[in-house]
Nanobody, 117 residues
């Protein structure tokens, strides 16, 4: 069974950068589309970005477009979210999600990102 572990979160000042990692074990990620989601206190979980299984297709929420970049390294079984020009409103717990065409749907435990001066 696929297991996902997010890392790379932390406290950063506005305008700073972080790179989140979503490392998989138990199965190869190569057949999974991966999404990054976030949930701020008192708010619903929202999609941030996603990448196809091949890496050729990516999508971003309007609120992060031009600031966040999603990439994947299939041999390393890891997906990354590079977050630049961070804003206080980016503060949330960030989760990665893996889905495949057979109905597989897995979530990581999340990593906290706090943007504050």
């Amino acid at each position: 069974q696929l297991q996902l572990v997010e890392s790379g979160g932390g406290l950063v000042q506005p305008g700073g950068s972080l790179r989140l990692s979503c490392a998989a074990s138990g199965e190869t990620l190569r057949y999974y589309a991966i999404g990054w989601f976030r949930q701020a206190p008192g708010k619903e979980r929202e999609g941030v970005s996603c990448i196809s299984s091949t890496g050729r297709s990516t999508e971003y929420a309007e609120s992060v477009k031009g600031r966040f970049t999603i990439t994947r390294d299939n041999p390393e079984n890891t997906v990354y979210l590079q977050m630049d020009s961070l804003k206080p409103e980016d503060t949330a717990v960030y989760y990665c999600n893996a889905r495949n065409l057979l109905g597989g749907n897995y979530w990581g435990q999340g990593t906290q990102v706090t943007v504050s001066s």
